[in-house]
């Protein structure tokens, strides 16, 4: 079985009323996640949680470790306008070990 496909993402909850720690100040719960596709059909997901900005960070380092042990590579584009923009680049053939 190889893993086909990446996506990381976050879904962002909202609490309805703003929430702070000692890092930071939000009103909602992030849930940075990953899903993973293999060639044999099988998805797998899987979920953490943070309280504000740590999101982007995790979903990152979830993504980019996955990535590169499949001899992939992942970029990030960042536009005031758009957000960030992530590129996962997965070889075709044999994963790398």
Avoid: C, W, Y
Avoid at 50 to 55: E, I
């Amino acid at each position: 079985m190889k893993i086909t496909k990446v996506d990381a993402f976050i879904l962002r909850v909202p609490l309805g009323r703003k929430v702070a720690d000692s890092f930071n100040a939000t009103e909602h719960v992030g849930m940075p996640g990953v899903r993973i596709h293999t060639d044999t059909g099988l998805v797998g997901t899987g979920f953490t949680t943070t309280l504000g900005s740590g999101d982007d960070l995790i979903r990152g380092a979830i993504a980019r470790a996955l990535i590169e042990r499949q001899g992939g590579r992942i970029s990030v584009a960042v536009s005031d306008e758009r957000g960030a923009t992530f590129r996962i680049h997965l070889p075709r053939g044999e994963p790398a070990t």
